[in-house]
């Protein structure tokens, strides 16, 4: 390992780099063995949310040749899948990130060295709006560059394709397979100033009325403009465009963090800018609790996620889980669709396979087809553009705090997400309600499901391994019994077979390959094991549920189902 590691690092002491770059593995090479094993190990690869890493010097860094390789292999892709084009076009976005600007103006320089015509913004957007330019733009492909919610060491290279979908197979595989074959020294550099076009605020402002004809219900906005928001960006890119969508929407009484208004790709008031963490939303909460907001919204630094908090049964704060608001999101869509007449037959949802299940209830009771798919957006925009003119999507969501409504943007965007919770709590306003009574009344309706997230963090070579050797031993040794409940199914997606414990049959799971493990449990509980595509952990999502027909059971069973939970994590050996 180590030789080789030389081997790689010994080439990037050539003139085809920078002074500055050869400096910092000389120093690696001389100094710092972990480090630099740890730099140049292996290549970045594309995962669920593209290219992300660690800023620095090595292939398995975020750095100017990483991007300039990943982008010369976009290229060469490109020109072999559009031959036909007379003008190969493409979009570029970037967030709040350190070197975001920087990369995203390598990228520009590199795709316009190669004869293709580029859309830039002009400073940082959020990643939907990249999907909806690329979209308007008839552009044959994009990119943004963002590492999401990572933390600030972070960055990372999203490629999306001509759906406005982050890039899928064969696309993905092929993409790297050309990345792989770049030498340096062949990455175009020099840019052709005239085939790039500096976007900005024109095309905000299109992406802006087409989230505001997706709004349900402006006469209850209107009855409720003064309902109270806290919002912040975490010091992202949201920071502009979501107060205006608020604004648009009708909402009036829209409050701000001033400290998380200040772009800063160090995220210096946050521990780490995920708004799935509560430490994140502290200081909105605060402020919520300063004004006695009615809700409280927060994205991270590219505007695609949103956390939510909301006022409980004695007007405490509590933060939503992703699959809590998706619930919420999802049944104010279909109710209001249907309350309108608007379904036709022809509607459906999408969910992940770790989404809560209680998407499926929601949709099974409005006669709406609901669609599961993979980990990762990507696979919620393909369904869309296999369907695109034939069934009509009406909101999709995963549990880690993404979400959409219409087609014309293909990923998850919180700007729009922000607007459409806001009207949900407006039109429970209207009812007499909060989101809180919104939530139990849709666990009395469909049943009451109950999830918890456990991510296990295994940073760096050593713990990828034993992150690959925890899959190894559950495939290999899979548990029968789980919490004193019999395993009843086995899915394993990466050899796509579903094992049926009590029947004794295998089915096949009409799914691409994907290295998930999922238990299926007597008592309807659920166990899905898989690594992140985008973070060094390996997360495991445990789903109970039950039924209660009485709100004042509500307590009792919350209690059965966290002793059902820490039950099985203490069989998973997670506590």
Known sequence: MLEEVNKKAQSWLTSSFDVDTQNKVKDLIENDEKELIECFYKDLEFG????????????NRMNRYTVGMATQGLCNYLKINFKDREQIKVAIAYDCRNNSKYFAEVAAEIFSANNIKVYLFKDLRPTPELSFALRYFKCQSGVVITASHNPKEYNGFKAYWEDGGQVTAPHDKNIVNEAAKVRVEEIKFGAKPELIQIIGREIDDIYLNNIKSLSLAPETIQKFKNLKIVYTPIHGTGVRLVPEILKRFGFENVFNIPEQDITDGNFPTVKSPNPENADALQMAIIKAKEIGADLVLATDPDADRVGVAIRGERGEYMLLNGNQTAAILINYLLKQWHAKGKLTGKEYIVKTIVTTDLLSEIAKYYNVECYEVLTGFKYIAEIIR???????????????????????????????????????AAAAKEDGKSLYDTLIEIYLKFGFFKEKLVNLERHGKEGAEEIEKIMSDFREDSPFIINNSNVVMIKDYLTQKESDLIAATSNEINLPKSNVLQFILEDNSKITIRPSGTEPKIKFYITTQEKFEERRYYKDVDKLLDGKIKGIMRALKLL
């Open 386 to 424: 296999i369907n695109e003119g034939r069934k009509k999507f009406i909101g999709g969501g995963e549990e880690s705090y993404g979400y959409l409504a219409g087609e014309f943007v293909r990923d998850k965007d919180a700007v729009m997400s922000c607007a459409l919770i806001a009207e949900a």
């Open 48 to 59: 669920t949310g593209g290219l992300r890493g660690i800023m620095g010097v090595g292939t």
